[in-house]
Each structure stands twice: as C-alpha cells, then as structure tokens.
C-alpha cells in the first residue's frame, strides 16, 4: 500500500517552535527520507474560519505567513504537496457525507473540542462549524487516503474521530477509505510544548509563542524572559526541573554536540539538570545557552525566509499548482466515496438499464 501524509496547520498566525517541533521538523525528515509516495500539506484556512467568522482578513493575510514558515523549513514543493483547504471544495462536501456518521454526543466527549471550546469562552453559542471540525478533519484525512498524519498530542483525540468515522463507513458502505494513524513526537517535550509562560501549550490563542519568523533579539528577549522554577531564588539553592520551562525546551531542541560548543563544562543535559537540581547553577547561564542552541537552529530558517520573501508571487503560485493536485486527488477519492454511497446516479448505466427494464416490462 502507498504510504502517504497529510497534515497541516491552521492559518491564524505565523508559526511557532511548538509547531517546529511538534510537528514540521519531523514533515521534513519525512520528506527526506523518500519513505514516502506523496505528501500532503494543507493550510486550513476553512477551519480557521470555523472560529474566526468575523475575521476573514486575518485568515487571508496568514496564509502567506504559513506557506512562508513552511519553505524556510525545508518543505521543497518538488517533493511536497503545499495547498489551500478552501480551494479543494471535494473536502466540504465529503464532510457533509461524514456528518451522517457521527453523533453530536461524540462530538461533544472529544476532549480536544472540550477545552477549545473553552479556551475561546464559546460555551454559550458555540458556532456548528467549529463544532464540527473533527468531521472535516476526516475529510482532509481521508481525501487523500494518508496513512501517517504527523501531528502534535492535541491532535490525538482528531486522529481517533478520524478513525471511527472510516471504520464506520467502510463497514456501512464496503472498504472505501484508509485507516490513518497518528505519529507523535516521542519526546513528551516535543509532543506538547508548553509556552513561554509555562502555560500547558504553546499557542497562537495564547500569545505565548517564539515564532521560527522572530528576530535574533525577539527571541533571546522571550528566552530571557521564561518561566522557570519560582522557588529558585539564589543561584545556590536547589532547582526543580520538571515543569521548568527552560529545561523542558532544552530537552525539545539541544542535541550532545551543543554542550561541546557552547557549554563545554558539561557533556550532556543529564549533568546539567543534575547540577541545577543539586544548585549552584543560575537560571541566566541555563537560559544564555538554550538561547545559543536555539538562535543556532532558527538562524538558517529566518535567513532561508528573507530570501523567500523576495518573490511572494512565486510563493502563491506553489500553492495555486499544490492545490489544483490536491483537488484531482481529492476528486478520485470523492467519486469512489458516491459509488460506495450509490450517489453516482448518472455513471451508473446499470442502475439506469436494470431501471429501464423493469419499466418497459412493466
Ligand atoms: P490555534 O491557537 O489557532 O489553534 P495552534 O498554535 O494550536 O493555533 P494549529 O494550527 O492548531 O496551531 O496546530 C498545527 C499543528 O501544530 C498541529 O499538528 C498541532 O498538534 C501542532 N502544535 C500546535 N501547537 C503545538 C505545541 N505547543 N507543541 C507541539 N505541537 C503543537
Ligand atoms: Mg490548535
């Protein structure tokens, strides 16, 4: 079987390093590896729309901002499949199909939904689009008919909505659509990075991101400014690692060979959480050297963007031509889900024969 990706990002900012490591670098080594017989990235800009209805210009002018982030990573659209939800109408209308499979109780236990929900104070009117995201979010899946959706873990309660709903059509309708599955990062770090003010997520909504589009300055003033251990008060006493923001984002970017570089009396991150844990290590040194190992990672990437920047009508032009092929995946996909559905009235010549005949029997 082919072994395909989808996966995407919303556009309702420029992207972030929970982003990068959550979810966009592993799309690049995926990319690289040649593991894989397509791949699928799409801005979703429909489902951004879901919450920000009054919005639309913001909607609008970020989709240059994510397709910027998503070159100067390394997604190469020779090899990449860049495209806008929106310009794929096969994906409206297969949710429209999906929505018969599920329940608005499922719907409401999705723990994702839940505290989205939440987080955008929508309890009392929540708009039926957004709460019917995770159904589209099966259409963009399974339009494609990917196999691995790399993903960070606020995405795991999708991929298993996703899921159910293909399990459910095949079985009403016969074996149409492919059973994805989630890849997560396995560092626990990466999966869910926690934002600069040690909030449970970094996020967009939440305004407590270093963007990949920050300047030099912008993010060595974010990292001077994290969230660490409050107890740590003098350099002397003992530090506490875990819920440490600094620590966790150190786990999420710095490699053995960076402590070589830039930290030269320590060998690995193990002897520097011990040291810290024990005392004696001050919160500035840790944070000047997370800001070396990220300054170091995130340099090439704004460089790659002022470049990128240079021709944004070539920019729209990849996702013009990543659309029009996402649409003719999306199509075949479309047309085998109406067969199995036996909503292809006019392909049908035997439906239209068998029809015929029992009239003029009749
Ligand atoms: P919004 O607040 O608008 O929802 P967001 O910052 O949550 O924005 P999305 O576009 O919803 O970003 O997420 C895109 C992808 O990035 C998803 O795969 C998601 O799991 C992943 N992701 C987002 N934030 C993080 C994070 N802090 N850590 C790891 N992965 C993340
Ligand atoms: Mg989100």
Not at 112 to 119: A, C, G, L, R, W
Not at 170 to 199: F, Q
Not at 271 to 298: C, I, P, S, T, W
Not at 328 to 336: K, W, Y
């Amino acid at each position: 079987m082919s072994q395909i990706i989808l996966t995407g990002d919303r556009p309702t900012g420029r992207l972030h390093v929970g982003h990068y490591v959550g979810s966009l670098r592993r799309r690049v080594e995926l990319q690289n590896s040649g593991e894989y017989d397509k791949i699928f990235i799409m801005i979703a800009d429909a489902q951004a729309l879901t919450d920000n209805a009054d919005n639309p210009e913001k909607v609008r002018q970020n989709i240059i901002e994510v397709a910027l982030d998503y070159l100067s990573c390394g997604l190469d659209p020779e090899k990449s499949i860049m495209f806008i939800q929106s310009q794929v109408p096969e994906l409206t209308e297969l949710s429209f199909y999906y929505m018969n499979l599920v329940t608005v109780s499922r719907l409401q236990r999705n723990p994702t939904v839940k505290s989205e929900i939440q987080m955008r104070n929508f309890e009392a009117s929540i708009p039926v689009g957004f709460f019917t995201y995770p159904i589209s979010q099966a259409s963009d899946i399974t339009a494609f008919k990917a196999t691995t959706v790399p993903v960070g873990d606020d995405q795991l309660p999708m991929i298993e909505q996703c899921r159910e709903i293909v399990h459910k059509f095949n079985s009403v309708y016969g074996e149409t659509l492919v059973m994805p599955k989630a890849l997560i990062p396995e560092n626990e770090s990466c999966s869910r990075l926690p934002g600069i003010d040690g909030k449970a997520k970094m996020s967009k909504s939440l305004g407590n991101c270093i963007y990949l589009s920050d300047s030099e300055e912008e993010v060595q003033k974010k990292i001077m400014s994290m969230f660490t251990d409050p107890d740590h008060l003098k350099v002397s006493d003992p530090g506490k690692i875990e819920g440490n923001t600094v620590f966790i984002y150190l786990d999420a970017f710095c490699r053995d060979e960076h402590f070589a570089k830039y930290l030269p009396d320590y060998q690995n991150l193990d002897e520097l959480k011990a040291h810290y844990q024990r005392g004696g290590l001050g919160d500035v040194k840790v944070k000047r050297f997370l800001n070396a190992v990220m300054q170091e990672e995130l340099a090439p990437i704004r460089s790659r963007r002022k470049e990128l920047e240079k021709d944004i009508p070539a920019v729209y032009e990849i996702l013009r031509k990543g659309s029009a092929e996402a649409e003719r995946t999306a199509a075949q996909t479309l047309s085998e889900v109406k067969r199995a559905m036996k909503i292809n009235y006019f392909d049908d010549m035997e439906l239209i024969r068998e029809q015929a005949k029992r009239y003029s029997e009749g």
